[in-house]
């Protein structure tokens, strides 16, 4: 309570919003501050009615089925704010930007890009995130070739982060006529979205933009007029000390100055998450001990006809395929950080 009201007090000086990207950042501060005590105190009054539930059951003027359901309740908040608890870091606070990529195979893996595409958006759903689709790409016969999502929410980076890797379907597929048991691969690459409280250094001489129709939904403007934009950004990876190349292609907005701007924000949450990956790898050696958490593993597998979603890097798994696939990841989200 003490550092909230200096905090505080820090948002009551005269030129306070003088500065408008440092006065965002003390109001994001303040904001995570009060969801701790809030948290806290939320848990304070569950353990207190479990207390109370557990008197009244000695007493026998309470079941024992009320103690198990305040119990439950304490739990759960407990839980929740412990796995909050794991989401420290600064890039973890962030919203979150997800590239699904299918893998080869066809429609099949195109099938399985878009089942993941919905599960994702079901997800963000859950948590009440804001989701905004800057780039799809239809498959050839159904499904898509690869979508690119903006995700807007408190810590939705930090939640995400697990979801970084290879996903691995096995069905029998309804596209093959002779029903055989099919094994699709899609990737899925997910990054900070940074915001403008975070400077990142850009070279325009190193900077260059092609134009071109967009194809999908957006009126007829979008196909006959070139808005939709591709970045190619050539550097020095931070990460291998190598020449890299970003491409980004943008086609959300009916405008190219719109679509220009959104694709900049994306290639500095690229860069952004590169500088976190060096971070990531000078602290390995120290951590040598641990799994590896490396891009483009195939981290979690989806077994329809045994009922199993499996994590092959928490070995934490469920046979509710379904409620999986409809967006509940939150066991497979609290695994992973626990573990990491």
Known sequence: MIQLSEEEIRTQVPDFWNDAKAAEAQMKKVKSIKQWIDGYNEIAAACDELQLAYDFF?????????????????????????????????????????????????????????????????????????????NYQAGDDAGIKTVTMQIEGDKAYGFLKSENGVHRLVRVSPFNAQGKRMTSFTSVFVVPLIDDTIEIEINPANLSWDTFRSSGAGGQNVNKVETGVRLHYKFTNPVTNQPDEIVIENTESRSQFGNKDNAMRLLKSQLYELEIEKRRAETAKVEAGKKKIEWG??????VFDDRRVKDHRTNYQTSNVQAVMDGDLDGFIKAYLMEF
């Not at 739990?75 to 973890?92: F, G, P, Q, T, Y």
């Not at 593993?297 to 989806?302: A, D, E, L, T, V």
Request: hydrophobic fraction near 40%.
């Open 58 to 134: 000695r007493e026998d003027v309470a079941t024992e089925q009320e103690v198990d359901i305040a119990y439950s309740k304490a739990l759960a908040l407990v839980e929740s704010l412990e796995m909050k608890n794991m989401l420290s870091k600064e890039e973890d606070q962030m919203g979150a930007v997800i590239k699904i990529v299918a893998g080869a195979g066809g429609t099949e893996a195109q099938d399985w890009a878009e089942m993941l595409f919905r599960m994702y958006q079901r997800w963000c759903e859950r948590q009440g995130y804001r989701c905004e689709i800057t």
């Open 297 to 302: 593993s195939q981290i979690r597998s989806y």
